[in-house]
């Protein structure tokens, strides 16, 4: 029992420490002074930059997890299949956002022609 409850405590020390960086504590104190300084001016910064961080880190935890998962099944394909896959995944990296891009500019030169 004892060896069990040891090892969940190793795992949730090596568990912390990996999610402690130097990166993350030094954007968690430029948020924390950001905060504080911009409290004065509007309260309201508080709740939108909260909101703003944790929508921000589901949107990139998400890409992260579907790239994973694209990447692992593209390894237990055939060869002659990966390499198409590998261009169909940079298509969709680089490519559609340059459509969608070019579209949003034609739109918005669309919109302000009027």
């Known amino acids: 029992m004892k060896y069990r409850l040891k090892r969940r405590l190793a795992k949730l020390r090596r ?32 709740v939108v930059r909260l909101l703003r961080h ?5 949107i990139v935890d998400n890409i992260k997890f579907y790239l994973k998962k694209f990447i692992y099944w593209n390894k237990s394909l055939p060869p002659k299949k990966q390499k198409r896959n590998f261009w169909i995944g ?5 490519g ?5 891009i070019i579209i949003l500019a034609i739109l918005l030169i669309s919109l302000l022609s009027f």
């Open 90 to 94: 940079m298509f969709i990296i680089f």
């Open 96 to 100: 559609l956002p340059m459509i969608l």
């Open 54 to 58: 944790f929508f921000f880190e589901f």
């Open 15 to 46: 568990k912390w420490r990996d999610l402690w960086t130097i990166d993350s504590m030094v954007d968690i104190c430029v948020d924390c002074f950001l905060v504080v300084f911009e409290v004065i001016y509007s309260p309201v910064l508080i």
